[in-house]
């Protein structure tokens, strides 16, 4: 028996939540484990009514569950950063999920905007660094409103945090990099920073890579790449890439780039992940306010987010149907990933996946 809370969220955050959960319930059925929903209203409604993002019982609360399934945070009539910061950040901070771990991977029979590149080429992971850099917060303002106004935002990290984020991007590699997979001949770990430029910040990550690198991984093949060129490659030679590791900044500018290289942000999905602790799951698109409530956005994203978790949670074997599922459906199904183009309803691809995996 798992408990699971649930964040629908903003938008269409609770549409696509609703699939989710729906295909959760069929995969629970098929493999016989048992699933306790609890749902949380934590969102743009509630901070117009309230004037609370989260309250503060809500992080011990959330503690308690093995999972966490989240929708999508952002509302146009909230000024930008009050509910991205206030429920989003907070959750993966104050719960520690210090991994972002975002698979870039093309379904069949899904368009990509990559020229002659498919399945076989793009079909890699990013490990996204998730609790420090840029969003640490760092920073402030001199002068501000006078026309020699100051801002510094700085990026942070520690030797502890980077260290930790290297040694889950490295067993990741052992674990499920090509070699394991069977689809090549090394498991590659690639380490993309600016070491030319911030010359503090990723010469401490590029240190503890392969300081790590050499006395405990030597099966791994390490690479680095800066951020620039890592950019050009993924839209060059995206067949290159295993499993990339990177700080939380140009881990979140690349994953929009690989999400769109991957079909766009009906298909993207990501998991925050504390491997000692309470994961949180949720497709990399936001809340889409103009497409809310219309049933056309699609679900897919929400439904690979779920899919995450049942591997995170240990459930291999729904985690495996529950992605084959999504696959026949973009391969057999939908005439587009875009939201109203699907040739299907929002509920009717989550029943096409939940019959799937039920079969
Ligand atoms: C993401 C998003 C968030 C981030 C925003 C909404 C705060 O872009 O999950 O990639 O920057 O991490
Ligand atoms: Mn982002």
């Known amino acids: 028996m798992y408990k699971i809370a649930v964040i629908p969220g903003d938008g269409t955050g609770p549409e696509v939540t609703a699939e989710a959960v729906k295909v959760l319930r ?56 009050i509910l991205e910061k206030g429920i989003l950040l907070k959750l993966r901070f104050a719960l520690d999920q210090y991994i972002n771990l975002r698979p870039v991977k093309l379904y069949p029979g899904v368009e990509t905007p990559l020229k002659d590149k498919g399945p076989e080429d793009i079909d890699y992971v990013v490990v996204r660094e998730n609790t420090g850099d840029l969003y640490t917060g760092t920073g402030g303002f001199t002068m501000k409103g006078t026309p020699n106004e100051v801002a510094v935002q700085s990026a942070v990290y520690n030797r502890f945090q980077v260290d930790r984020c290297l040694k889950y991007a490295f067993e990741y590699a052992r674990k499920y990099g090509k070699k394991t997979r069977g689809k ?39 690479e680095y790449y800066h951020v620039d060129a890592t950019c050009m490659w993924m839209v060059k030679n995206p067949e290159w890439f295993d499993v990339i590791v990177t700080g939380n900044m140009f881990g979140d500018i690349i994953t929009d780039l690989g999400a769109i290289t991957q079909g766009g942000m009906g298909i993207a999905a990501g998991a925050n992940i504390n491997p000692e602790g309470v994961s949180m799951f949720e497709p990399i698109g936001g809340s889409a306010p103009k497409y809310t409530g219309k049933g056309v956005i699609n679900p897919l994203a929400a439904i690979c987010a779920m899919q995450m978790m049942l591997e995170t949670l240990g459930e291999e074997r729904a985690a495996k149907k529950a992605e084959e599922a999504v696959m026949f459906v973009t391969a057999n199904k939908l005439k587009s990933l875009s939201a109203g183009k699907m040739g299907y309803s929002t509920g009717e691809v989550g029943d096409l996946v939940a019959e799937q995996v039920a079969k």
């Open 26 to 81: 069929a995969a629970a059925d098929k493999f016989n484990f048992k699933v306790d929903l609890t749902a949380f209203d934590f969102g743009a409604e509630r901070y117009k009514r309230t004037g609370e993002t989260l309250p503060d019982s809500a992080v011990e609360e959330l503690r308690k569950f093995d999972a966490i399934l989240l929708g999508a945070i952002g509302h146009p009539d909230v000024p930008p950063g």
């Open 184 to 222: 090549g001949d090394k498991n590659t770990l690639a380490l993309c920073g600016k070491t030319n430029v911030l010359t503090f910040i990723y010469d401490l990550w590029e240190r503890a890579f392969n300081e790590m690198g050499q006395a405990e991984y030597p099966d791994i093949e390490k």
